[in-house]
């Protein structure tokens, strides 16, 4: 049986956003968008987020601010490998 501090540290691991795992896939091709050239999609916590190319780094964007139904369905068509 496991401790209460054992339990608690479990319960704290959960519920900290620290330990949310993030799955990033990487587009094959670019994807041009009304903010750049979308390069990547992450999911976290049950958010979809894209990478926007800028020249110091991704920024990463709420999909549902830059891309609509279309776009997303014509860039899952060009393909993603994960990171």
Excluded at 33 to 55: D, M, N, Q
Aim: charged share 20%.
């Amino acid at each position: 049986m496991k401790s209460s501090a054992s339990r608690s540290a479990t319960l704290h691991r959960r519920k900290s956003p620290s330990f949310s795992k993030r799955l990033v896939l990487w587009a094959k091709e670019p994807f041009v968008g009304r903010f750049g050239r979308y390069i990547g999609i992450a999911l976290e916590s049950h958010r979809l987020s894209v990478a926007i190319y800028t020249p110091t780094g991704p920024r990463w964007v709420s999909a549902a601010l830059v891309l609509d139904s279309v776009e997303a369905h014509a860039w899952a068509s060009y393909g993603f490998r994960r990171a």
